[in-house]
């Protein structure tokens, strides 16, 4: 018996070029988060970041991993009769979320993640938070994932995120941890959670 070779036993990419070209076989990312203070109007970059900083952005330093963005969409069934049987769904809630942990744990990463000024003790050298005076902070949110097989890269963007944060301990490791709540925004005339850009 002869040994079946076609796309379904050898599982060889989709041939079909997409809007940037080749598709990807594999998404192995790289990311890198960036904050600035919120967009009144939504401005989702248009330009690939290349692995530079995008104008206007303030980088957060290393990522450990990679940066989680989750979107779930809650279902509601409509259910009639005496066996209730299933008639219809509907969304009753959209949620978008943000995840990541942050190694440079040190000044300029508190400032952003606390949106506090710090004391000045000595130029250069000593300055002081006073953690816990910090509310919800909303920041302009972008995060970049760069294919590190054939350098494509995705911009996950939203222009009015709520951002908390928390210090993790890993080993011998201090990070930060910054979770977010994105805010839905009106793009293209529509809710929207974030704009999620491909740049081939």
Known sequence: MSV???????????????????????????????????????????????????????DLGIVNGVAKVTYNKSLKEVRTGIEQVLRAEYIDKKTANVECDLAQFDDTLVTQMTGLTASVITAGSIVQFGLGQEGIVNKAVLFVLQNLLDGKEIQLYNPNSMMTFAYNNSGDEVSVKLTGEFLFFTWGGADTAFVQSHFA
């Open 4 to 58: 079946i070779s076609n796309l379904n036993t050898r599982q060889t990419p989709n041939p079909v070029a997409g809007q940037t070209g080749t598709q990807s076989i594999k998404f192995i990312a790289g990311p890198r988060v960036y904050m600035k203070a919120v967009d009144t109007v939504a401005a989702p970059p248009t330009t690939k970041s290349n692995g530079t900083l995008p104008a206007g952005w303030t």
